[in-house]
Structures are given as C-alpha cells and as structure tokens.
C-alpha cells in the first residue's frame, strides 16, 4: 500500500512542477550557486564541513553554517554544471520525500488510537475516514501552492533539505516511543534502529539549515501529548498523561548534549554569537512577527498574494493596533488549542499541529532576518496546513471524503502551476513582486538587476532610482546603478554611484572592485589600487581582485610589489591563468625573459587557447 502512495505523491508532484525546471536561477541563488567557485569541485566538500566560508561567492554571505546544502550543490554542479534542471529535480525529490514522511507520520500517529494505553479524551475516530487522512494530507501538501517556493527558488533547497531530515527525524522518535509500549508493538521490537535513525535525521536536519534545532521541543511535545499509560488503580480503558520521568527523558540527552549544544558552541566559535547578528532591533522584530504570523497563516490556508516579496512594515511600539490585534489572535489560537487538548481524540492532533506551527517558526520569528517574511521559511511549519485539512475532512461522512478531497486538490494544483511560470526568469519574478508590492524598495531594485542582465539600461535605472526614492539608504541600488553607469560607457555617473553606495555601506567588497575598475579607466591609478586593497581587506578569497591590483600596480610601475600579488594568486588558486600571463608582463618588463617563458607558458597549460599568453611567450621566447 506505500508503494502506491509515494507513487501517487511522486506522479501528482511531477505533473504539478512539469512546467518549472526549467526555470532560472534566482536572487540568493547568483552568489550561493551561479558565482561560487567553491561548489565546482566535489573534492572541496570536506572543505565545506570545516568552515562555512566556502558556502558563497560574496563573505558578506557566509554566516550560515550549512555544509550539508552547500554539498548537495556541489553534487549538481559535478552532474549537471549550471542547467537548473537537475537543481530543480533535488528539490522536487525532497519535496516528495517530505510529503511522503507527512503520510508516515499522520498514519503513526493516527494507529495510536488502536491502543487505550495512548491517546486521551472521546474516541471519536470510528466517525473518521481514518484511512484516508494521512495520503489526504500528503497530497494537499504536495500540491499546495505556499510550498511552491522551494520547488522553483533553489536555494530554497536549505528549507525543503532540512523539512526531509527533521520529519524523518520525527517519524522514526515516533516508531521508537511505540516500539517501547508494550500496548502496541509486536513481539521483539528492537526499539535501537529507530532512535539511531531518528538521532543521525537530526544531525544532517541541523547540517542544512539552523531551524532543525526546534526538534527536540516537538519530540516532548509528542511524548507530553501522546505517550499514556493507565492510570495505577483503575481500568485498561483509563489513561492519564504519563509524567517525564527520568528515564523517558533520558533518550532527549543526545539531541541536547551531543548535538545541539556542540553545534551552538560551534557558531559561537566561528561567529562569535550564537544568531550571527540581527537586521533588525530586537524589540521591534518581536512586536512585529505575531502579524508576520498571522499573515503565514493567511498564505498557507488562503493562498492568494504569494509573491518572493513580502513589503511588510515594522511594528515599533506596543500600542500599535496590529501589534494589540495580532498578539490578541495570537492568544485566542493559543487558548483552542489548548482545549482541543482537553478534549482528546483527533482534537488533540489538531492541536498538535497548532503547536507544531508555532514551534517551528521560532527561530525565524525571534531573530531578525533580512527579510520580514519569506514563503520558504514557512515550508517546515506548513505540515500543518496540511494535516489539519485533512483530519477535517476526513470527519465528513465517507461517502463525501473523496469528492472534497479531489476538490480541493484540483484547486491547489491549478494554482501551483499557474504560479510556477512566475519564476520562469528574473524580469517575470520581479515584475510579480513590484506588481504585489509597489512600494518595496528590494522588489524595484531587483527589476532593475533583471533589466540590466537584459541590456535595457534605461529601464534598469529607472527601478534604481525609484528604489533610492523608495529608500535612500538602500546602497545595493547605488551600486547596481553604477554598474549600469559603466556598462554604458558613463564612468563619471558610476563613479558617484560607487562612492554614493560606499557612504552608506563601507563594507560593500564589490563596490569597491568596481570602483577601482573605474578609477583605473579615469588614469587614477592611485584611487584603483586604494580600493582593490580595501576590496581584498573585506574578502581575500577572490584571485580576480587580487589581478587587478596587479596589473595596476604593473602599470603604476611597482613591479616589485605587482610581482607579489601576482605570486599570492598562484598560491590561492594556482588554476587561475590570468596570474600566470600578468607575471610573466612583470618579467618582461624587467627583461627577465627566461622567467617571463616559464610564466607565460604556464598560462597556455592551463588555457591552450589564450592568445595572448602565446603571443608573449613567443615574443619573450625571441628576446631570450
């Protein structure tokens, strides 16, 4: 029987994403996948596990700690280069994989009720098309257009990669708790399999994204809701919370204690706090998530306005009527679950899952990110969606399951593939967000990029400036005009630009890359040269800033200095044929010729089609 359901899952998840691998890399996905040279060389995976530098083209970047994300792109940059297909397929098998494990998972759960020993309150289950809740479930989930995000934006991968661990992780600490209960399991169940798999789930779960590290509160909320055992004294019939005891609690030390506790002392290591620093103050991040909240809600049971951006304003005092309003909402949903608890039976798995939504938003919602709210970041939480509707209908007479079910499916799946060519490029992306957001100064300055990759210089400054209108200290657009300024020849304009742009940010490398290209064509070589080395300071991973310093210094007349630079580059990336072709320039210019040979032919090695390394080598070959 679950063959035919991950088949199922697997079909309609296929047919609902049909129309999006070919879809573009997008936003996060430039600097994580398309520029990172890190991820073209699988033999750089161990690399990965040891510092979480390697994880972007830009440091600015690097302050998640996802070796195992970063690895599983470096496996699709080995198959299939940059074709975003085989991106794409990942994350639809992970997308099938969770909603599979959302059927395991609501159908463990569910075979409690064959125990009296487990689940409290009304046995209501007999009026429940029992059988039909969990694939029910796991369809809504596969389909549902909220989750869309993570198929069609890759380095969503670190959501739907981390929602595949952390339910398997669940659904085998579920098979462990009912393995030990002698009400339910079989005759010699060995309960260690399970809880190994569960303990490892965990592990690669906390190795692609930091959200994993809510497991443990779901499992004692698991154990707190289900886990029953008679009441001493009384009947078979009667069951009472069975308290933690000591040696229940003990199977949660190693999620504690071997994991998470080594990984939070990890992140303080490498980045000196255990969140890497807020976006946003603190205060003002906590007043505004209850909305942020709701409007998660909103998405996932009413899909409409999804869009990759949300325009959502801070709350800065308490006396805000959305502050009052949302907290108010918040309380009242807290207040139902709590006597959907009382009242036992599917009740409390509704409950559950009300819960399950509010824990695992936790770390998105206590610490502030970049953006206010991002669809993917629900992914993990959005089981919920999907188990609640599910349990719902299946209280509808049996007879009526089927029909609401394929209704709703057939809705879901409509709209999923409606919204998949929206992320058919850039310009369709950015175009749906200025269209859903008007007044977000990112959304403008992202059509601008999307333009300016297109060539149409002219619109692409029109989004900067109405980004700069929308938010004059947004410098990313400063900068993106000044790229567009020097792609149309305009150096004085993209000069300003880049100068504007470093006010606001002086920790902005690119900014200081592009400038120095600029200063460099202006013959102010000295201006180049200070800005390649504060570029360098900021992030001195890329042998592409390092070569220009080089060739300027080269043409400043500092050969001694250019010489070392272009030694340094060798030894970042001894690949990197530019190096080799500007050392043997330096060489020439001191009349080195024998030298200049060695360098020069270095660089055809490498590259046996560059021209001019072969033009030099002969002419220095000629001189010797």
């Not at 399999?193 to 499992?219: H, M, N, Q, R």
């Not at 918040?330 to 039976?345: D, H, Q, S, W």
Request: positive net charge.
């Amino acid at each position: 029987m679950k063959w035919k359901i991950i088949l199922f899952i697997a079909v309609i998840s296929v047919a609902v994403y049909s129309n999006s691998f070919r879809n573009s890399f997008h936003f996060d996905d430039q600097h994580y996948i398309v520029e990172n040279p890190y991820i073209r060389d699988v033999r750089n995976i161990p690399s990965f596990f040891l510092s979480p530098e390697y994880s972007s083209f830009e440091k600015v970047f690097t302050s998640h700690y996802r070796p195992l994300l970063v690895s599983s792109y470096a496996i699709n940059y080995a198959i299939g280069g940059l074709r975003p297909e085989g991106y794409h397929a990942v994350n639809l098998l992970f997308h099938i994989g969770s909603a599979f494990l959302v059927y395991l998972i609501l159908g463990a759960m569910m075979s409690l009720n064959e125990s009296p020993a487990f689940m409290a309150g009304p046995r209501d289950w007999g009026r429940v098309g029992i059988g039909l809740v969990p694939p029910a479930s796991a369809v809504i989930f596969a389909v549902h257009p909220f989750n869309s995000e993570v198929v069609n934006y890759i380095t969503a991968r670190s959501s739907v990669m981390c929602t595949f661990f952390y339910l398997l992780s669940f659904y085998f600490w579920i098979r462990f708790r009912q393995s030990m209960m002698p009400a339910i399991r079989p005759a010699a169940v060995n309960w260690l399999p399970y809880y190994i798999i569960s303990v490892i789930a965990f592990i690669f779960a906390l190795l692609t994204k930091e959200i994993a590290v809510t497991l443990p509160l779901i499992l004692v909320l698991y154990d707190f809701y289900f886990l029953k055992q008679p009441t001493r004294g009384s009947g078979q019939n009667s069951s009472s919370i069975c308290p933690l005891s000591a040696i229940r609690c003990l199977a949660y030390l190693p999620y504690i204690f071997l994991i998470i506790i080594p990984y939070l002392a990890y992140r303080i290591y490498v980045y000196g706090s255990i969140t890497g620093g807020g976006a946003r103050n603190y205060a003002a991040n906590i007043l505004t998530q209850p909305y942020v909240l709701l409007k998660y809600l909103q998405l996932m049971f009413v899909p409409y306005g999804l869009t990759i951006e949300h325009d959502l304003r801070l709350s800065e005092t308490i006396y805000d009527w959305k502050v009052i309003l949302s907290f108010a909402a918040i309380l009242i949903i807290l207040v139902i679950a709590y006597l959907l608890f009382k009242r036992g039976g599917d009740r409390r798995l509704v409950s559950f899952f009300m819960l399950w939504f509010f824990i695992t938003m936790l770390p998105t919602a206590i610490i502030p990110l970049n953006a206010i709210l991002q669809e993917n970041r629900g992914y993990l939480a959005g089981v919920m969606f999907a188990a609640v509707p599910g349990i719902v209908i299946g209280r509808f007479k049996k007879k009526l399951i089927l029909p609401w079910v394929a209704v709703l499916v057939a809705v879901l799946f409509i709209i999923t593939f409606q919204r998949n060519p929206v992320w058919r490029d850039d310009l369709a992306l950015w175009s749906d967000a200025v269209a859903k957001s008007p007044v977000s100064a990112r959304a403008h300055d992202n059509l601008g990029l999307a333009y300016l990759v297109a060539g149409k210089y002219d619109l692409a400054l029109d989004e900067f400036n109405k980004t700069i209108g929308l938010n004059r200290q947004y410098y990313l657009a400063w900068y993106n005009a000044g790229v567009a300024y020097q792609l149309q020849g305009d150096l004085e304009k993209a000069r300003l630009a880049y100068e504007e742009s470093l006010k606001i940010n002086p920790a902005y490398f690119r900014s200081y890359y592009n400038a120095g290209i600029v200063y460099k064509k202006l013959g102010e070589l000295d201006m180049a040269i200070s800005s390649y080395e504060k570029a360098i300071a900021l992030d001195p991973r890329h042998p592409f800033v390092y070569n220009n310093l080089g060739v300027a210094l080269t043409e400043k007349g500092d050969l001694k200095k250019a010489e070392d630079i272009f030694m340094r580059i060798i030894a970042i990336s001894p690949r990197y044929e530019k190096a080799y072709y500007n050392l043997g320039n330096v060489y020439f210019r001191e009349k080195e010729y024998g030298k200049a040979v060695a360098a020069y032919s270095a660089a055809v090695r490498i590259k046996p089609d560059y021209k001019e390394a072969d033009q030099m080598l002969r002419e220095a070959k000629a001189r010797q």
